[in-house]
């Protein structure tokens, strides 16, 4: 599964893969600066609809795929086995991707969500409009 890492020195959010997810992706690690993300999602409507395009997909075990249906041109990418594990990462202005839709193991897909958040600096609105998560 993905891993997920914080530069705090260069500002970026990585998202490393292991050997075998980078054979499969045909890329290595994904570098999102933290001023590119501007959004994160818990198990995004995405992740259960999506079509599934360039790439491998064993349902129930993999599911490492691109898929060319933004606006800009630029590519989704999912990495994950399950989408109940699933989180997106919205971005603006990012080289290579539009979205990002990854698997997060070791915790919850909404502690991972406010992990990113907290560490981005980027705001709930929920918690600034006073509504109880």
Same mark, same amino acid.
Request: aromatic share 10%.
């Given at each position: 599964?993905?891993?997920?890492?914080?530069?705090?020195?260069?500002?970026?959010?990585?998202?490393? *893969?292991?050997?075998?997810?980078?054979?499969?992706?045909?890329?290595?690690? @994904?570098?999102?600066?933290?001023?590119?993300?501007?959004?994160?999602?818990?198990?995004?409507? %995405?992740?259960?609809?999506?079509?599934?395009?360039?790439?491998?997909?064993?349902?129930?075990?993999?599911?490492?795929?691109? *898929?060319?249906?933004?606006?800009?041109?630029?590519?989704?990418?999912?990495?994950?086995?399950?989408? *109940?594990?699933?989180?997106?990462?919205?971005?603006?202005?990012?080289?290579?991707? %539009?979205?990002?839709?990854? %698997?997060?193991?070791? *915790?919850?897909?909404?502690?991972?969500?406010?992990?990113?958040?907290?560490?981005?600096?980027?705001?709930?609105?929920?918690? %600034?409009?006073? @509504?109880?998560?």
């Amino acid at each position: 599964m993905p891993q997920l890492d914080f530069d705090h020195l260069g500002g970026n959010l990585v998202v490393s *893969l292991s050997t075998a997810e980078t054979f499969l992706a045909l890329f290595g690690s @994904i570098v999102i600066p933290f001023s590119q993300i501007r959004s994160v999602r818990a198990l995004p409507a %995405e992740a259960y609809t999506h079509f599934k395009s360039m790439g491998v997909y064993i349902p129930g075990v993999m599911n490492f795929s691109t *898929l060319h249906r933004t606006m800009s041109g630029k590519p989704e990418i999912y990495l994950y086995s399950s989408p *109940l594990k699933t989180v997106g990462i919205d971005l603006v202005g990012h080289a290579h991707f %539009e979205k990002v839709f990854i %698997e997060v193991p070791d *915790l919850s897909p909404q502690q991972v969500v406010q992990l990113i958040m907290d560490e981005c600096g980027l705001s709930d609105p929920k918690r %600034e409009a006073g @509504i109880a998560c």
